[in-house]
């Protein structure tokens, strides 16, 4: 809904979270410690929340946000003691998690036009493929780098045509790329641009990873009204809270998604923690 003014990024998600956690103290933000078990201890309202890491090792908290890909939730990756409310479980199991790849291809050569954003190709091996050089303030002359790639293409592939690539693999995947390419973009001189120009590819497949299974949810068959806000409610007594794209009332499944449910799952812990802290207070005046 940007228009002209669609926004790209010239850097991975990946800065964004390392630039918020230089804000918190050393120590507090642990990486590659994925989750299996998540047990809610104490009453209802005022439990914790006790989540078991690698090695078994475990940490407490009072609140937990619970942001992983619903199709890892949906595996059953990660163990919820007591077991998820059953609104929760149903609508997990009615809401369908598409399949995604990016076939990244990397170029010593531009060889498409200087205003070249985005191409859909309905027929093709790949259904759309874009690069960021046409979104540039500088006109797309890219940035040179030390293993010799100076431009970047990327193919995007889901649904049955991420699973057709897959099953593929990732060599006959980037050889059929280029090929489209070079027939989108060759001419009588020089009728294999892309091919000629490649460098190196990066293919990610995010139904291949196990710790996405996926890409983003998608309107599905059987979903009902009302499921999507049953996977953003709380349980465990208020102590889970859950965010992630697919708890989007919106069905938005992208990164605005994403960010705009994290930010609520936020307010819903901050106005927790407040709760608790006034309550904490209340009991010791009662006791005094």
């Keep these: 809904d940007a228009g ?24 507090r933000v642990r990486t590659g410690w994925p989750v299996a078990g998540v047990r809610v201890e104490g009453e209802e309202g005022s439990g914790s929340v006790l989540l078991t890491g690698p090695g078994g090792v475990t940490l407490r908290a009072g609140t937990a946000i619970i942001a992983v890909p619903l199709a890892v939730l949906q595996a ?6 007591p077991p998820l409310p059953p609104l929760k479980r149903e609508a997990m199991a009615r ?15 531009r060889f498409w036009p200087p205003d070249f954003f985005d191409a859909v190709c309905p027929g093709g ?17 890219g940035e040179k780098t030390a293993d010799g790639i100076a431009h970047v293409m990327t193919g995007f592939l889901a649904g049955r045509f991420a699973a057709a690539a897959a099953a593929l693999g990732e060599g006959e995947t ?18 294999a641009p892309a091919s000629a120009s490649f460098v190196r590819a990066h293919v990610a497949d995010w139904g291949a990873d196990p710790l996405a299974l996926g890409a983003y949810s998608i309107p ?49 812990a901050i106005a927790r923690v407040r709760r608790r802290g006034v309550e904490g207070r209340r009991w010791w005046r009662w006791r005094a």
């Design 4 to 27: 002209e003014a669609y926004l790209v990024s010239d850097k991975p998600l990946a800065a964004v979270a390392a630039h918020m956690a230089a804000r918190l103290p050393a120590g």
């Design 76 to 81: 059953g990756h990660i163990a919820f003691d």
């Design 95 to 109: 809401v369908t998690v598409g399949r995604a790849m990016k076939v990244i291809l990397g170029f010593r050569a």
């Design 125 to 141: 091996f790949v259904p759309e493929f874009w690069t960021v050089d046409g979104a540039k303030s500088g006109g797309g002359t």
């Design 174 to 191: 980037v050889t059929r790329a280029l090929r489209q390419l070079d027939a989108m973009f060759g001419r009588a001189a020089d009728p």
């Design 220 to 268: 599905s068959r059987g979903a009902r009204p009302g499921d999507r806000a049953a996977l953003a409610a709380p349980a465990g007594g208020g102590a889970l809270l859950f965010a992630g794209e697919a708890t989007h009332p919106a069905v938005n499944p992208c990164v605005q998604a994403a960010l705009e449910t994290g930010e609520r799952a936020g307010r819903e």
